[in-house]
């Protein structure tokens, strides 16, 4: 399979050229040149797969230069229940991504929250960890990886490269911004490779020290730099999975069609859903739930995509979603858009000088029933009364960002086609956002067992000064 660039740069780059990359060339994101089409025989072939062997059998289609053999290892090797060990008390972790009914046959969670640090990036990042691994040892390379965090990427990374002999993470993160839980998880980590950086600022400075370094090209050549962002395609291509296995366990023969209500920040988790349907999985509905932090439910409404300024960005109680520019979405446009990559780069020409665009009269936005999406949005008083009314009706507690998810299906689930399941993505578990839970339920979410003792680990922070020169100086002397 070759790749290519959603504004026009035809690279003909392999899976591993574009594994350890960020954006092409020509400041576009990397797609398969097509999508392999999964027919009716092969969908039955799969129904009764390990999560293992469905990730081989997806990943192998998008994946030309790795043996199979090796992928089949790797996989393997990172989705086994003992990664994924944190299941709900009743759900098999064996699953890996198990299946946990609301309301048996109709409304469901997937569990994607049960790895290292209890957050669907898990599902894609310890894939990525090992990916990694595998190709700087197959090209005698080293890495540095530099990101920043406001909480569940940042965790993820460290928990997924940790130990690795060829790769050095260095994650900033907004000092004294982030949960008590979210903190531990991070700073308790003891591994020689893993560097954590608390900036005296907020997220924004963080992430802007982050742009700054790798615009700085000698330095990010000589110290090997590299990004785990969430515009990454092996993380996009390792979510496809999960729709895959959520689709089996909600159904029982393959004519039968599933709808999946997807929590959105950077438009990745459900851009992996948009590339799993038009593969052909029969899925009946893509529901996109935000925040308060609506631009995607805004152009899903109206196509007009119009990406906020940082000053206009809600600080809300499911802070994962809060954003105001979604990286992944030119990647579901130049779809809309027929693939063509001279109208993204024009409409991506408004976006980067700081103005919207508007599709709404175009035969593009015409188009847009075709994919199946549905969206909306909630509020800090919708998470509240939907982590309680689950609580109530369910017995289940939910987090705040799974809430914005079952707020909006409660919504949309009497249009469904045919009767269609319908699954809300669980992307994280309650015990990350202790103050809501208090707030929501007037008591304390349970700690998975292994993790109660965390946050009274001792922790390793090195606290330094939003300042760029500095950070590189540091990099410099320890990677
Ligand atoms: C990252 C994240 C999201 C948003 O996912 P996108 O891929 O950015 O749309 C939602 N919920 C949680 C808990 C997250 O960590």
């Not at 090797?77 to 946990?100: K, S």
């Not at 366990?249 to 599933?258: F, G, H, I, R």
Request: with cysteine.
């Amino acid at each position: 399979m070759k790749y290519l660039s959603t504004r026009g740069h035809c690279a003909q780059s392999e899976f591993c050229d574009i594994l350890l990359g960020g954006l092409a060339p020509d400041g576009g994101l990397y797609l398969p040149e097509r999508y392999p089409r999964i027919g009716r025989a092969e969908l039955d072939a799969w129904r009764g797969l390990s999560y293992a062997g469905l990730a081989f059998e997806i990943l192998s289609r998008f994946i030309g230069d790795i043996p199979a053999g090796d992928l089949r290892e790797i996989c393997e090797r990172t989705y086994t229940a003992e990664v994924y060990r944190h299941a709900r008390a009743g759900d098999d972790p064996e699953q890996i991504a198990p299946l946990h009914w609301l309301e048996p046959g109709r409304l469901g969670l997937l569990a994607l929250s049960n790895g290292p640090t209890l957050a669907f990036k898990d599902m894609a990042m310890q894939l990525l960890g090992n990916l990694f691994e595998y190709t700087l040892e197959k090209r005698g390379e080293t890495i540095n990886i530099l990101g920043a965090t406001s909480g569940d990427t940042g965790s993820a990374a460290e928990y997924a490269m940790r130990g690795k002999a060829r790769i050095k993470v260095f994650m900033l993160s907004p000092h004294g911004k982030m949960s008590a839980f979210q903190r531990a998880q991070m700073y308790s980590l003891t591994d020689g490779n893993i560097f954590n950086i608390a900036v005296t600022g907020m997220f924004d400075e963080a992430q802007d020290i982050v742009k700054a370094i790798s615009n700085d090209a000698p330095f990010k050549a000589r110290h090997r730099i590299g990004a785990v962002n969430s515009i990454n395609w092996a993380r996009i291509a390792a979510q496809i999975v999960y729709y895959f296995k959520g689709y089996f366990a909600a159904t029982e023969n393959s004519d039968e069609q599933v709808a999946f209500c997807v929590p959105s920040g950077n438009f990745g988790n459900i851009c992996a859903g948009h590339i799993a349907r038009q593969m052909g999985l029969p899925i009946a509905r893509l529901i996109l739930a935000t925040n308060e932090n609506d631009v995607l439910d805004e152009f899903f409404r109206t196509g007009v995509y119009r990406p906020r300024k940082a000053a206009e960005t809600h600080v809300t109680s499911s802070p994962s979603m809060d954003i105001s520019k979604a990286s992944n979405f030119e990647r579901f446009v130049y779809d809309l858009a027929g693939r063509d990559p001279e109208k993204v780069a024009g409409l991506w020409a408004e976006i980067d000088a700081g103005r919207a665009f508007d599709l709404s009269r175009t035969p593009c936005f015409a188009r847009l029933p075709e994919f199946g999406f549905a969206s909306g949005s909630s509020s800090h008083a919708d998470r509240l009364a939907t982590i309680r009314e689950a609580h109530e009706r369910y017995g289940v507690t939910i987090d705040p960002h799974t809430a914005d998810g079952l707020k909006l299906a409660l919504r949309h689930a009497s249009g469904l086609p045919a009767d269609a399941p319908l699954l809300v993505l669980e992307t994280a578990q309650a015990a990350k956002f202790a103050d809501t839970i208090r707030e929501a339920l007037g008591r304390e979410p349970t700690i998975p067992a292994g993790l109660q003792g965390l946050e009274a680990l001792p922790q390793r922070v090195d606290v330094m000064a939003p300042d760029a020169g500095a950070i590189k100086a540091y990099i410099a002397q320890k990677a």
